[in-house]
């Protein structure tokens, strides 16, 4: 994905989805040279059911460096998490011991899920994402907008508009309406970033 603001490009992001007999693996990385940005994070999930088994990111930015690893099993999420905060001079850490609602999926899998909702026009949903840097589940909630044609680097893409709201941040999702559906372009709502796909 090129990562843009104000359609020029600042920086990238790659996904990758690593399926296995006991395991399905997704792994991203974004760099955004100009503000310093770099991160990556490594999603684990049960082959069956898609649960969240793990979740290990590392965020370099603000001149810190920050590193969240959870583990998901009986109903709760353990582990530390941490993001960067510029007002502090050091990362913000969580200690995380929480319980979580069966079906909950962390905020790091929400990308890489958000494509196998069984998408149709005027279809809306509900989905529970721990934030580990809040500490707290969040209640997403998912509307398709629309049915629209949708042009990246990669080409022009019939989609699905999903708006997500739930989140500091509201975000818009482009899904392709053809399967085995992915996603195509990413904007933060009131901000002039974007991720589209290139590839």
């Known amino acids: 994905f090129q ?30 040279p100009a503000v310093g940005l770099h991160q990556t994070a490594t999603v684990v999930l049960d082959p069956r059911s898609l ?16 590193e969240t690893r959870l583990a998901y099993a009986q109903g709760r999420v353990r ?29 790091n899998a929400f990308q890489p899920l958000v494509a196998l909702l069984p998408l149709a026009e005027n279809a809306s949903f509900t989905v529970g994402a721990f934030d580990a840097s809040e500490n707290t589940v969040r209640t997403l909630t998912v509307k398709v907008s629309g049915a629209v044609d949708v042009t990246v680097p990669a080409g022009t893409f019939p989609a699905f508009r999903l708006e997500v709201n739930g989140t500091p941040q509201p975000f818009v999702f482009f899904v392709s309406r053809a399967t085995p559906r992915r996603l195509l372009k990413i904007e933060l709502v009131g901000q002039p970033l974007s991720f589209e796909l290139v590839k």
């Not at 359609?7 to 974004?30: C, K, N, W």
């Not at 649960?51 to 920050?66: C, D, E, L, M, P």
């Not at 993001?83 to 011991?97: F, H, I, M, N």
């Open 3 to 32: 990562v843009s603001v104000q359609g020029q490009p600042f920086g990238h992001m790659v996904a990758e989805v690593r399926p296995g007999s006991d395991s399905i693996v997704y792994l991203e990385e974004t760099e955004i």
């Open 51 to 66: 649960a969240v088994r793990s979740v290990y990111q590392n965020i370099r930015g603000a001149g810190q460096t920050a």
């Open 79 to 107: 582990g530390r998490a941490q993001s960067p905060d510029p007002r502090a001079g050091a990362p913000k850490t969580v200690e995380v011991d929480t319980a979580v609602a069966a079906g909950t999926i962390d905020m």
